[in-house]
């Protein structure tokens, strides 16, 4: 049967894939950030995942205002890096898994998520750039990747206590699927930044830790929290952050099991507009049963 | 009963919900038309003619033509789309969002490093009330 076996958060600001890119990665401002990035990428190359459900928002390439899902969950088995203005990212093709998502889809529909199901779409830098930064520069990605795309552009969007159910929905979902996997659900964007308005800039740390720590131990707290919290505190891309609630929904503790362990944590500001996170959780039935 | 928009009190900050939307529907699938290519090449080469394309207001086109992202952000625009028209410029995000501010670019930077704007005086409109 497929496991999940951890949850991964982080942040995908674009200047950091650009970084990686162009090869700044070791200029003075980039190198403290990356340095950060070096025990999650260790973590990741030994904990490899066969599949990764990777929760991220469209940031304006794949969905035009003619459609805003709510919910949608990729299909395909490719999916293409978008050209978001500036020229498409130079990184592979992003591969999926649609036994997997069909799967995924029929489940979750089928407990009352009313998910799109999208055939065709490109990944924007909110797909790639978590990518780049757990995995470096390979010429492949290292394993496939389902995108579950949420709608944190045009309010109303989705509750903090939705999006968190949708994770516990999602690891039910891998769980009954009959083929061997290993599966990673990852929350990206945030933390703190705003990129618009004359208080563009906002960076609330104290925020973003206190942030940290609820999702790690109170999420069902954290759940309850209402947007214009995010918004006021955290600035208003801020609000990304109630992505990594579907992550933290895919834990073990939230279906009667035991508490995730922390095996990773990063906070560095800034990167460009903002400031980026990093949060590992490994899986508490991962150590029950494998250890 | 009218929606309840508690995110209005937040000074210098625009939420882009569904009244937003519909006002800057079409200067944002304008903006979004810029991520092919050609169509950055067609608007460079003339964009009067490139925006006249678009069923967008006098006063959209005018900001666009302005570069003022916070006119277009107010007429409905969302800073994602909107960030295409600075993608075409040859502009990078801390430049776009730097012309919204008091700042320009390079002190904009130097905020960041510094560890950004605070949120202190910066939640509630009343915070901003003697900066009008």
Known sequence: MARITASVYTSHVPAIGVAMDLGKTQEPYYAPLFAGYEPARAWMAANTPDVVVLVFNDHANAFSLEMVPTFALGMSARYEPADEGWGARPVPPVVGQPTLSAHIAHSVIREDFDLTLVNDMPVDHGCTVPLSIMFGQPDAWPCAVIPLVVNVVQYPIPSGRRCLELGKAVRRAVESYDEDLDVQVWGTGGMSHQLQGPRAGLINQKWDNEFFERLVNDPEGQATVEHVEYVREAGSEGIELVMWLVARGAMADLAGGGAPTEVHRLYHVPASNTAAGQLILKDASTMTTFA | ?132
């Open chain 2, 1 to 132: 009963m009218a929606l309840e928009k508690p995110y209005l009190d937040i000074p210098g900050t625009t939420v882009f919900d569904t009244d937003q939307a519909a006002k800057g529907y079409h200067l944002n699938q304008f903006a979004m038309s810029l991520m092919r290519a050609g169509n950055r090449e067609r608007f460079k080469a003339d964009e009067d003619a490139y925006l006249d394309e678009w069923p967008m207001t006098g006063e959209q086109k005018q900001a666009v033509r302005d570069r003022d992202y916070n006119r277009m952000i107010e007429l409905g625009g969302n800073i994602y789309f909107v960030a295409k028209v600075g993608a075409t410029d040859g502009l990078n995000y801390v430049q776009i969002v730097s012309s919204m501010t008091t700042n320009d670019a390079e002190a904009h930077a130097e905020m960041m490093i510094g560890g950004g704007r605070s949120p202190d005086g910066n939640r509630y409109l009343h915070e901003w009330e003697h900066k009008r």
